[in-house]
């Protein structure tokens, strides 16, 4: 079965910290993964999506890892904001729409 | 364009009673998706549309839920009757690219509660 693992399930940092969030999978075929946040009461957003050939992809702050062949992705937050407080969902694609979906770590960023 | 548009944002209503909840996709967009969400199961795809036409209905979890596109601007979802475990927060999304690397824009739910 297709499955999507996240770790932490939450995590707590003070604000200006870097952070690191892992994503493990076992979809297969694998077409592409991506990572979305979700402020509370809100819909999820994309961060980032990086194909097979990617093992890198940054937005802002934001950096995105993939590693195909052991099957682990990383988001990584730098310097850390009152903002970047959210639930953070790692997403993977076999392709066509068929998406697989972590539940999420769940992030909070203190003063 | 005003992104994926959900109506309504809350809903509360009682055990046996229909709920129908409404989703507007982004202009242009060819495929329509609808989402359960739950602290437990996280998100869930319920159906998804292509060009209107409802090509993945798995996800719908029994028969007390339906779906329908009548056309390219509008979904419906609808739960009759429904049961407090269906309270969970329903999204719908949608993607201008099928071929799986399009980037998939998210309403910004309804949440529902049955009592």
Known sequence: ?111 | DAGVIQSPRHEVTEMGQEVTLRCKPISGHDYLFWYRQTMMRGLELLIYFNNNVPIDDSGMPEDRFSAKMPNASFSTLKIQPSEPRDSAVYFCASIQDGGGTGELFFGEGSRLTVL
């Open chain 1, 1 to 111: 079965k297709n499955q999507v693992e996240q770790s932490p399930q939450s995590l707590i940092i003070l604000e200006g910290k870097n952070c690191t969030l892992q994503c493990n999978y076992t979809v297969s075929p694998f077409s592409n993964l991506r990572w979305y946040k979700q402020d509370t009461g809100r819909g999820p957003v994309s961060l980032t999506i990086m194909t097979f050939s990617e093992n890198t992809k940054s937005n802002g702050r934001y950096t995105a890892t993939l590693d195909a062949d052991t099957k682990q992705s990383s988001l990584h937050i730098t310097a850390s904001q009152l903002s970047d407080s959210a639930s953070y969902i790692c997403v993977v694609s076999e392709g066509g729409n068929k998406l697989t979906f972590g539940t999420g770590t769940q992030l909070k960023v203190e003063l």
